[in-house]
């Protein structure tokens, strides 16, 4: 629950977004709103809509069903639609948390008075160029990590740095609460469902099927830790998802050339990630590619457990921080295996988290609001 105190002057603010599918923007446009909510705002997000809209629904705020997400001439006909929207809910903010949507939005708010505060926030570390640097545009540009404020300062020079504000993502602590353990029937019925895992330390890459999130390194530790006598097992949680069947296929052809077809599994997202990171023995985190932030990291350490990692971008920020102990230098594949095999015997400890909660980014978010509003 947000710690949010009712302000004195209420506001209307509008998110725009793609899609209310699933991904790190989408969680944080819910939690944002549910915080609006919590504080006596009126919360109000507009996208294509998806599984999490109901939710979003359920938990008060309204949505307002347009896709400004789509890269189509189509979408542009839609402008018209966007503005007449915006005229009549009388928005106090606009917030934009995707490209296409921002653009959509800044057209749609020329010439509207009194114009609403339009602020972004920079999930990804996009390609810099004339495209991205809408998300550059506004009055208060928020950044997920200070990975993401070096990066955006450093590609667009004309972009004055007190207008970007470094507000992390959050995890609710009650949600992976420190030492959690699942219970008796959950680790039964998971191991029943899965008896490859069984028997072995248990490593976890969570993430979804695309080259990017490192699933090939993760395999390769598995099969050097093996030829090294330590025995462990992978789970490859999330990477079974429609359209990426090519993919899965590869990364199956690797596990058979690798000689450890027993000891790993495949499976779709589950909901049950909290249980699952609480019987790992590790947590993976090996992007081949800088992130802007790494919501994982801190979902495992916030149940202490033990998190292994390459060094770079948001993920590397986070572990410097939070657990240097699971530093890894990108793609050093003898220093990886080296280093999980030492936290795999002794994993230093973990304290509990005393930063990088929900109700921190949800407070500083709508304190920002407050802040652009009363200017």
Request: positive net charge; hydrophobic residues 45%; glycine residues 8%.
């Amino acid at each position: 629950m947000s710690s949010i105190a009712v302000p004195a002057k209420l506001l209307t603010v509008v998110q725009l977004i793609p899609a209310l599918h699933s991904g790190g923007a989408e969680r944080s446009a819910l939690e944002i709103a549910r915080a609006l909510v919590q504080a006596g705002h009126r919360s109000v997000v507009i996208s294509a809509g998806g599984r999490l809209a109901a939710q979003l629904q359920a938990e008060g705020s309204e949505h307002v069903t347009l896709d400004l997400g789509r890269k189509s001439l189509l979408t542009l006909t839609r402008l018209g639609a966007l503005r007449r929207v915006l005229r009549e809910l009388k928005p106090d903010i606009v917030h934009a948390r995707s490209r296409l949507p921002a653009w959509m939005g800044w057209w749609a708010l020329k010439g509207m008075t009194p114009r609403p505060h339009f602020i972004t926030t920079v999930h990804g570390l996009n390609s810099p160029g004339y495209y991205s640097a809408i998300l550059l545009r506004g009055e208060r540009v928020v950044a997920v990590s200070q990975t993401m404020r070096d990066y955006v300062l450093s590609h667009y020079r004309w972009l004055e740095p007190g207008r970007v504000r470094v507000i992390p993502r959050g995890i609710d602590p009650v949600a992976f609460p420190y030492g959690h353990r699942p219970d008796d029937a959950w680790q039964k019925a998971f191991f029943a469902e899965y008896p490859a895992l069984a028997g072995a330390p248990l490593l976890t890459l969570p993430a979804r099927g695309t080259r990017l999130k490192g699933h090939h390194d993760a395999i390769e530790l598995l099969a050097d830790l093996k030829r090294r006598g330590i025995e462990a097992r992978l789970l490859l949680l999330g990477v079974i998802e429609p359209g990426r069947e090519a993919y899965v296929a590869e990364l199956q052809d690797l596990i058979r050339l690798r000689g450890v077809t027993s000891q790993v599994v495949l499976t779709p997202p589950r909901h049950d990630i909290r249980d699952i990171y609480a019987i790992s023995a590790l947590v993976l985190q090996l992007s081949n590619k800088p992130e802007s932030f790494g919501r994982t990291v801190i979902e495992a350490l916030s149940l202490c457990r033990p998190v292994l990692g390459y060094a770079h971008g948001g993920v590397g920020e986070l572990l410097a921080e939070l657990y240097p102990a699971g530093r890894v230098a990108p793609g050093d594949r003898e220093r990886l295996v080296e280093r999980a095999a030492e936290l795999l015997r002794v994993a230093p400890p973990i304290s509990p988290l005393q930063s990088y909660r929900l109700t921190d980014m949800q407070d500083a978010t709508l304190a920002l609001y407050d802040e652009v509003t009363a200017g």
